[in-house]
């Protein structure tokens, strides 16, 4: 079933208007930040950098604990503010939700217990005199540039363990999606972050460059596409850089699964948030005696699928983000039916509404096999034995995440030792994520991990204290 919805308005001049991909209503607007303002920001980061650090750990931690509190209490208000600018379902945003305060949470864990450790001096011979430790100090200013696709728990997945860490933050959020950004921002200002130690700039592609060239950030950390990562890389010079790239996830579906798990993890995995989920299921490799049956379950039920007005509770299938992003999504559905692929069901575009779409046949030289789709398309293929599938799984030359069903213990952990990808998730859809883990690519692209404790590492820095312990004259 399928509701029409309306394009987005156009993008004032002064101004960056943020409408709702549904209906194309105005939200509100927010000042667009000019690329020759970045010096003046950087002055103010700057300050915020020195009134950071200077936290006590107890404080950043009791601001992460208190802002996750004050999102939980305001939990649909953010919720309905999620899916009015990214148009994600009103079950998925307050998930969405939920996983923020989880993130600020563990923030607040990090913040008191990563402080360093001792060193073993005396383990090597010609140091038995000295004893000491080192201590993890801030980096200084990170600058964080964030996707419109999780509008929340992305911003909070860099804030959070910045500001454990003692940073402090010039945060770029996707001009798209860029309402709740600025409340999360808000929300740990009312729960006593100094108002200097997160500085917010909105705008365009001139603008992310002048803030990754800007000699002064330390760190860049990155959620979002291969070509404009690959653009920060060449522009920023000598920094940290912490990326979260592009995905297109397999799953195998082996014929010992259990087929119903296997049938509906898949369709969550694919059509989640209108499948612009960089994990979400984009190719499901199926065993061969179990093909057309799987096919046939899927397609019945992806049809079931409701698309149409992500505030209504049984809508399943939300708009996606823009027209553009429509126009993409069907031209790598016609160039794979030009290929040769077989259209399952879907590719009925209306407005922002894309209707969840199956293809089989897909050629590997297709870009819809080998690229990320990033909406609610899936491949199926069939497969003859696990080594075949572990093969087609690693075919494109950068991963995230992958998803084996089985109930063979043997080919559940050959399947994970062998797919090149940053999670293997077993007897679950490869769109699983839980914010305490690592997460991160493999191959082409990859650098760095998001997951609480993994990013407040990479935006710390140790630091050595050593004591000679000199003997008396």
């Not at 096919?295 to 809508?315: H, I, Q």
């Not at 293929?381 to 572990?390: L, M």
């Amino acid at each position: 079933m399928m509701q029409n919805a309306v394009r987005s308005t156009p993008l004032q001049s002064d101004a960056i208007v943020v409408c709702d991909p549904f209906n194309g209503a105005a939200l509100g607007s927010v000042t667009e930040t000019s690329a020759n303002a970045v010096p003046e920001l950087l002055d103010r980061a700057k300050s915020g950098a020195r009134i950071a650090r200077a936290l006590p750990r107890h404080q950043r931690s009791a601001i992460l604990e208190k802002a996750a509190s004050l999102i939980a209490a305001d939990k649909e208000d953010f919720a309905t503010l999620i899916v009015r600018e990214a148009g994600k379902t009103i079950t998925q945003a307050r998930k969405e939700v939920t996983r923020c305060v989880n993130t600020l949470k563990l923030s607040a864990d990090e913040a008191k217990r990563n402080a360093g450790e001792v060193i073993p001096f005396d383990s090597y011979a010609g140091s038995e005199s000295r004893q000491g430790w080192y201590t993890r100090e801030p980096l200084g200013i990170i600058a964080a540039i964030t996707p419109y696709n999780d509008p929340l728990n992305l911003v909070a997945h860099k804030l959070g363990p910045a500001i454990a860490g003692g940073n402090a933050i010039l945060l770029k959020p996707s001009e798209l999606t860029p309402l709740s950004a600025v409340r999360l921002v808000g929300t740990l200002v009312t729960a006593g972050l100094p108002e200097e130690v997160i500085t917010v700039a909105i705008g365009g592609a001139e603008l992310g460059k002048a803030i990754v060239s800007a000699k002064d950030i330390r760190m860049i950390s990155f959620t979002g596409g291969f070509a404009t990562g690959e653009a920060i890389s060449k522009t920023a010079g000598l920094k940290k850089f912490s990326m979260d790239l592009g995905g297109n996830a397999p799953v195998i579906v082996m014929e010992d699964s259990n087929f119903d798990a296997a049938v509906a993890g898949c369709i969550s995995g694919a059509y989640w948030a209108a499948g612009q989920n960089c994990i979400g299921t984009q190719r499901i490799l199926v065993q061969r005696r179990i093909y057309k049956r799987f096919r046939d379950e899927f397609v019945a039920r992806t049809l079931k699928l409701k698309t149409g007005n992500p505030l209504e509770s049984d809508t399943d299938v939300g708009p996606m983000i823009t027209e553009k992003a429509v126009d993409r999504a069907a031209a790598m559905v016609e160039r794979a039916i030009q290929g040769g692929a077989t259209l399952l069901c879907g590719h009925q575009p209306s407005g922002n509404l894309y209707p969840p779409t199956v293809l089989e046949n897909v050629p590997a030289t297709c870009d819809a096999w080998s690229e990320e789709v990033f909406a609610p398309i899936v491949i199926l293929e069939p497969f003859d034995s696990i080594a075949e599938a572990i093969d087609l799984a690693n075919s494109p030359e950068y991963s995230l995440h992958a998803g084996i069903f089985t109930n063979d213990l043997e080919d559940a952990l050959d399947a994970a030792d062998r797919i090149d990808a940053g999670g293997v998730m077993i007897n679950d859809s490869s769109d699983y994520r839980f914010d305490a883990m690592p997460f991160g690519g493999f191959k082409y692209g990859s650098m760095g991990r998001e997951g609480v404790r993994f990013a407040y590492e990479d935006m710390t820095q140790p630091k050595v204290v050593c004591i000679n312990r000199l003997k008396r004259s």
